[in-house]
T-cell receptor
Framework: DQQVKQNSPSLSVQEGRISILNCDYT??????FLWYKKYPAEGPTFLIS?????DKNEDGRFTVFLNKSAKHLSLHIVPSQPGDSAVYFC????????????FGTGTRLQVTL | NAGVTQTPKFRILKIGQSMTLQCTQD?????MYWYRQDPGMGLKLIYY???????DKGEVPNGYNVSRSTTEDFPLRLELAAPSQTSVYFC?????????????FGAGSRLTVL
């Protein structure tokens, strides 16, 4: 049972435009959501997080939006740069279960020139 | 500062062989995790540890064992390797499970079982 879903396996965006990556979840007990970025042959690296009591968190070019009623979050990258080309994983945690992260399947973002 | 170091980076095993994937972190993190990533799939939690001497099963523990004798080291043992264990394995650590549990990952160990 996939509790965190990323339904778009890939996304292609032109440099300078906005990239929007989506994530849906089913477990209402999740209280933190995180986005990780992964380059080939490297481990995932933390990008940005949001608490379930917030609806938006911004860090430079990256903004995460959370819609709790829809159990949906999205990562916006503005403007997109070629170095943003990577696989992006959505993850969620529940502090009631030692905050273990549950990951989505990832979305491969390609930023073209 | 090395962060999380995993060895080996690549390994090919024959069915039925055993091996240990090593993981060391130098950040004095209490929490450590082992994940596996299969092609087109997300990361699945195998085992985790909340401190030295304490380990617990994750989502996919069958066929694996772990130990945590020190804060720094969290080796993952594969007994009787099977083709289904062909995967990329990631070790991770974090300082606290409160708030957003930000994990620091190693570079991964790619294992092929033939």
């Amino acid at each position: 049972d996939q509790q965190v879903k990323q339904n778009s396996p890939s996304l292609s965006v032109q440099e300078g435009r906005i990239s929007i990556l989506n994530c849906d979840y089913t477990n209402s007990m999740f209280d933190y959501f995180l986005w990780y970025k992964k380059y080939p042959a490297e481990g995932p690296t933390f990008l940005i997080s949001i608490s379930s009591i917030k609806d938006k968190n911004e860090d430079g070019r990256f903004t995460v939006f959370l819609n709790k009623s829809a159990k949906h979050l999205s990562l916006h990258i503005v403007p997109s740069q070629p170095g943003d080309s990577a696989v992006y994983f959505c993850a969620a945690s529940d502090t009631g279960t030692a905050s273990k992260l549950t990951f989505g399947t990832g979305t491969r973002l390609q930023v073209t020139l | 500062n090395a962060g999380v170091t995993q060895t080996p980076k690549f390994r090919i095993l024959k069915i039925g062989q055993s091996m240990t994937l090593q993981c060391t972190q130098d950040m004095n993190h209490n929490y450590m995790y082992w994940y596996r990533q299969d092609p087109g799939m997300g990361l699945k939690l195998i085992y985790y540890s909340v401190g030295a001497g304490i380990t617990d099963k994750g989502e996919v523990p069958n066929g694996y064992n772990v130990s945590r004798s020190t804060t720094e080291d969290f080796p993952l043992r594969l007994e009787l390797a099977a083709p289904s264990q062909t995967s990329v394995y990631f070790c991770a650590s974090s300082s606290s499970a409160s708030g957003a549990n930000v994990l620091t990952f190693g570079a991964g160990s790619r294992l092929t079982v033939l």
